[in-house]
């Protein structure tokens, strides 16, 4: 945990005063059904030297209908990147994260592999990555998991007009200890640049696990996000 928050730490010293964003959507209805939702993020991203890359990503879930609260979800995310040649380069990355909802009282866990732009340099853009880790879980029944990972991942990026962009990101996490134990997550992400630097997003996740943390609960979740995210 302390390597966690450390990486994080020096994920924010590193990205301060550079580039940043800020999303925020909601919803709120009234009558037949009583509905209230909200969905925060910021994230901070720079180049301190030459060749390295920092990012620091925060987010918040938190929906409630009637008097029952049907999603709770904060994730924080550190990461560091080297580009040691022009399309390969190596990452590491720390998160925590905490979705009572799904079963899980708190998660975190750190990861460190190669990666490399298949694609690049036009209006379609692709990136794939592979390594190993280590994760910690408990579970709201205090089940606590600590095993080793590995995962393989992509990030495609599709500028289809001056204004629209679709942006893909996909992971598979296994269990190295036992590989029916995977986790998919998946992220679609429709972007329309509304001024310079106020946009429109349209989002849908999708969390797969093939044993939940909670036994009974569903293996998939999915969340359909609409956002606005403006750009410092």
Not at 6 to 11: G, I, K, Q
Not at 58 to 75: A, N, P, V
Request: hydrophobic fraction near 35%.
């Amino acid at each position: 945990m302390k390597l966690i928050i450390a990486l994080c730490f020096v994920s924010a010293l590193s990205v301060f005063a550079f580039e940043a964003s800020v999303n925020a959507g909601g919803l709120v209805t009234s009558g037949n059904s009583d509905v209230k939702q909200i969905d925060v993020g910021l994230e901070l991203s720079g180049h301190p030297v030459q060749m390295l890359e920092t990012g620091l990503v925060l987010t918040g879930s938190y929906g409630r209908q009637g008097d029952s609260t049907y999603r709770e979800k904060y994730f924080v995310d550190g990461s560091i990147k080297y580009s040691f040649t022009e399309n390969n380069y190596a990452a590491a990355r720390a998160y925590w994260t905490q979705d009572e909802v799904s079963g899980i009282s708190s998660e975190s866990g750190l990861s460190a592999g190669l990666g490399r732009e298949m694609i690049s340099g036009g209006p379609f853009s692709a990136t794939l990555e592979a390594g190993a880790g280590f994760l910690k879980r408990e579970s709201t029944e205090n089940v606590i998991l600590e095993t080793s990972t590995w995962y393989s991942g992509t990030d495609l990026e599709w500028q289809i007009s001056d204004s629209w962009t679709i942006v893909e990101s996909a992971t598979f996490t296994s269990d190295l200890q036992d590989s029916e134990n995977y986790y998919i997550g998946s992220v679609l992400e429709a972007r329309s640049a509304i001024t310079g630097s106020l946009s429109f997003i349209m989002g849908y996740d999708v969390i797969h696990y093939s044993q939940p943390p909670t036994p009974g609960n569903e293996k998939t979740d999915t969340a359909l996000r609409v956002q606005l995210r403006f750009d410092f």
